[in-house]
């Protein structure tokens, strides 16, 4: 502690004796002598302070009136500005993933997500309520293939080819397409939280780094619309792989929607939700073109816990098509179960079920393949049955280092509408080893596996061995 000098308190012992004696020189001196005595007092109690041998309660000597009247306690700093947006709070086990799925995902009451559960870099806009944040990060992928993988920057089994004179040749290949940014905005407001999300990556073309939109919506409360994931899909759900595609049978689809969350107590939630519609169909002829009468709808029922989350859901699809002299209409829907379960300290358990017609567009490895509905030989349209799951198990070796096994199959039954050609099952594994040395970079190697069989019983596979290094903006 800085101690007081006479310098700091001469002016104002003067004072009195200026007032009491302007002509008394005498009077002066005396003033100072007993300023500067009480100064000493002062002094010599401060040094006992800090060094514990001194009692708060001790009560100082003696002073003039002119001394006494002094505060020389310090003035208290003033509290900063800060954001008043309440928030609830993240309830299922925190966790890492490289790929940040449940960054961009909507949440009852705009919580905090489990890979975010402090909302870390969040920037206050002077005079105002409202939080920004900068977010995303630079990702470089090293492929390599040991037979045609059909996409060679994401692991989809279905897109794998069968035949062709290039079936048996490896490829090598580096991008940095999912590299990311995004922007966010908080604020408070009369009728709950409001949070706006803006997020894109580079995958909007197959041979170029083109612009692609991946989140553009507005939640206020528990309204949401806009553009993000589907209400369906469970983005806490997916496993934590250097591959951007992930395991196939999981529920993946960007979507334009609107959707309203309701509160069944802590943890529980029920959302309904109204989202574009897209009927992807097979066996078109070039006349037909599919037809949207009504907007898929989606019912939700989720439980978070501490151990974890469970999630159910469920969608209505309209499908239609109208052609030369030819037309039809008929519903789809299907039900997903999905979740993650802590086990031991850290380790993580994630899974999905997905089964019904209609519902390909709504999976990670058939979503704009045309698998949708089929129309058969007589001009009916019939929703295709699929089916499958995957599971993901997250380990962690230490601190620093971590692991992921991953397997996934997806399936349709369904010959007698579908060519012989056409996709039948695909599967998906991974394994992989990542290293994050500090929050803000994570490396680590992958080990993929995937096979696609068709409705004739011709089938593929290939192995793919991927080297990622990510960077985060924020973390």
Known sequence: MKPLTLATLLPFALLPATAGAQDSVAALRAEIAQAQQHLQSLNARLDALEQGQGSPSAKPPPSPASASQISIAPPKPETPRTNQTSLAQAIIPARDSVADPSTGASRPD?????????LKGFIAIPGTQTL???????????????????????????????????????????HAKQTRFSF???????????????????????DSYQFRLRHAYGQLGNT???????????????????????????????VAGIHHSFALGKGNTLTVAAEDPDSQLANTGQSDSSVEHLPDVSLIARMERD????QLGAVLRSLGYDGDGRSDRTFGGGLQLSGS?????????????????????????????????????????KALPLRGGFFGYTHYWSELWRSNLIYGQLQIDSADALASDAFRRSRYAALNLLWSPAPSWTMGMELLYGQ?????????????????LQYNFIK
């Open 307 to 310: 151990w974890g989350h469970l």
């Open 184 to 206: 966010e905005a908080r604020r408070p407001t009369t009728h709950g939280n409001l949070r706006f999300y803006l997020e894109n990556d580079f995958f909007g073309s197959s």
């Open 132 to 174: 920004i944040r900068l977010g995303g990060y630079a990702k470089l992928d090293a492929i390599t293939d040991s037979r045609a993988a059909g996409d060679t920057e994401q692991f989809i089994p279905s897109s794998m080819p069968v035949d062709g004179p290039h079936r048996d040749v490896s490829h090598f290949g580096m």
């Open 452 to 468: 696609q069989q068709l409705q004739d019983g011709r089938d593929a596979d290939t192995l793919r061995l991927q080297g990622s």
């Open 341 to 381: 379960y802590a086990v031991a300290e850290r380790d993580l358990l994630l899974f999905g079920l997905v089964g019904g017609k209609g519902i390909s567009r709504y999976t990670a490895d058939l979503t704009g393949s045309n698998l949708d509905a089929a129309i058969d030989g007589d001009g009916r349209l």
């Open 110 to 118: 705009n919580a905090p997500p489990p890979n975010d559960p402090e």
């Open 224 to 254: 949401y619309a806009g553009y993000g994931y589907s209400t369906f899909m469970d983005a806490d759900s997916l496993p934590d792989t250097l591959d951007f595609a992930g395991p196939g049978a999981a529920g993946y689809l960007l």
